[in-house]
């Protein structure tokens, strides 16, 4: 099964850039989005591609945050949010239940210049979805996905030293996740490369994509019981159309 994560800062921005070709152009099973900025209504006049079933999760402010799946195979069931009302109200969230296991789409609140939202991000929003993955789990393993707005280490990112109190490279922020993979889940992309000089977002200034100049924020993690099923998990840095490019993951 082949599904694809991408954050499009803006799906109706990007449908000017090529998420329709995109789509067509990959085939996923699974096409999720982060940072869909719009409500259905918005994109009813596209035409999406054929035997892609949409479904949407719409923050209640306009034009903010949001999520999204594509579903060229249907799941059993759909479930929007976390269940709790401190942190349904951004379109965060979306689960689909296939047989074997459950596929989850996220895209995590960002600490913000500044860092005022660091203390929500890892002291309650961080906690609340591993204990939703780790409560789908008592039922099945986990492929979760999106942008998780961390550069989780050293080598994730290409200017560690100057960033390390910038949102998305905090020690808090590193530390929660680094937590969450010790409840037993798999960064799957290090499965496959250990090095640096991949990313997955880009400043939109100083030519920063051009140079490769980045972080590595978008993701695809499994439950450890799934680690014998993985086939490979890769980037699409060469896929324009956002500051983040899309995802990979290839599972059994």
């Keep these: 099964m082949k599904l694809i994560s991408w954050n499009v800062n803006g799906v109706r921005s990007v449908l000017k850039k090529g998420l329709l070709e995109v789509m067509e152009a990959v085939q996923a099973d699974v096409f999720c989005l982060q940072e869909t900025k719009c409500h259905?209504?918005?994109v009813r006049h596209f035409a999406w591609p054929k035997g892609c079933e949409p479904v949407w999760n719409s923050a209640q402010k306009k034009g903010y945050a949001g999520t999204a799946m594509f579903f060229r195979k249907k799941p059993l069931t759909?479930?929007?949010?976390?269940?709790?009302?401190?942190?349904?109200?951004?379109?965060r969230v979306i689960t689909a239940e296939f047989p074997d296991w459950w596929l989850v789409t996220v895209y995590t609140?960002?600490?913000?210049r500044g860092l005022p939202r660091l203390d929500y991000r890892v002291k309650a929003w961080d906690p609340a979805?591993?204990?939703?993955?780790?409560?789908?789990?008592?039922?099945?393993?986990?492929v979760f996905c999106g942008d998780l707005n961390v550069a989780h280490t050293e080598i994730d990112l290409t200017n560690p030293r100057t960033n390390r109190r910038n949102a998305g490279?905090?020690?808090?922020?590193?530390?929660?996740f680094t937590h969450l993979l010790a409840a037993g889940f798999i960064d799957t992309f290090r499965e496959f490369e250990k090095g640096g000089g991949h990313y997955t977002w880009w400043s939109q200034m100083a030519n920063c994509r051009a140079r490769n100049i980045g972080w590595r924020v978008d993701y695809f993690v499994i439950s450890a019981a799934l680690r014998p099923r993985l086939k490979r998990a890769w980037i699409?840095?060469?896929?324009?159309?956002?500051d983040h490019c899309p995802v990979g993951l290839e599972i059994e």
């Design 40 to 42: 259905p209504g918005d």
């Design 78 to 91: 759909l479930t929007l949010d976390l269940g709790v009302a401190d942190h349904d109200t951004e379109g």
């Design 109 to 112: 609140p960002n600490s913000q």
């Design 129 to 142: 979805f591993l204990k939703y993955l780790k409560k789908l789990e008592k039922k099945k393993p986990v």
């Design 169 to 176: 490279f905090t020690d808090e922020e590193r530390e929660s």
């Design 236 to 242: 699409l840095p060469d896929i324009m159309g956002s």
